[in-house]
Each structure stands twice: as structure tokens, then as C-alpha cells.
Nanobody, 119 residues
């Protein structure tokens, strides 16, 4: 069983920055993909950023050039640096780790951390 815990959410003003962190624990694994999703009120959960095992990254168009996903210093940790935040970035942010391959593959989700961008 894998537990994912996010931290770093909070209330910021438009234009400010915030850095989210997450860590997975419970078993030893090598994630094939690390990701950050967000869910705004009344909307479906959407992919914000992801990093593949080879280091390649992918971002939603709405956050390109503002957000950056990175591996943390410890194994199975990840960060999301968010700059120039906008009110529309408000939502619950979830960290994910894709674990395993083939029919045993699964995605571990955290409980989410709230980010609110408001003046």
C-alpha cells in the first residue's frame, strides 16, 4: 500500500508564488510518472503537470511557463513550483505516482491540498 501526502497549499494573492510538495511512503517503488492534478469547484479533475521517469515533463497549456514540476531531494517525492498565480489556479491540488506496469499498474493519489488565489 502506498500513501501520498501533499503539503504547501494556502492562500496567496494574484501574482504571488507557492510551492507544493508531496511524498509517497509505504513500500519501495520506482514511479514511472509523477503528476499533479487539480480540481476546481464544479469542474473535473485536470492534469496540471507530469514528469516521466526519463525526466521529460508535460504541462497543461494554462500553466506553461508559470509552473514547474520537479523531483524532490528524497526518493518518491515531488514538488510543484507555482509562479504568477492567478485566481483561476484556485483549487485542490493532488499529487500522483504511477506505480508498476502492465495489469498490476496503478496510480496512487494523495488527499489533496487547497490552493486559493485571491486578493
Amino acid at each position: 500500500q502506498v500513501e501520498v501526502v501533499e503539503s504547501g497549499g494556502g492562500l496567496v494573492q494574484p501574482g504571488e508564488s507557492l510551492k507544493l510538495s508531496c511524498a509517497a511512503s509505504g513500500r519501495d517503488f520506482d514511479a514511472s510518472v509523477m503528476g499533479w492534478y487539480r480540481q476546481t469547484q464544479g469542474e473535473q479533475r485536470e492534469l496540471v503537470a507530469q514528469m516521466f521517469s526519463d525526466g521529460k515533463t508535460d504541462y497543461a497549456d494554462s500553466v506553461k511557463d508559470r509552473f514547474a514540476i520537479a523531483r524532490g531531494n528524497a526518493k518518491n517525492t515531488a514538488t510543484l513550483q507555482m509562479n504568477s498565480l492567478k485566481p483561476e489556479d484556485t483549487g485542490v491540488y493532488y499529487c500522483t505516482f504511477d506505480i508498476g506496469s502492465g495489469p498490476l499498474a496503478f496510480r496512487a493519489w494523495g488527499q489533496g491540498t487547497q490552493v486559493t488565489v485571491s486578493s
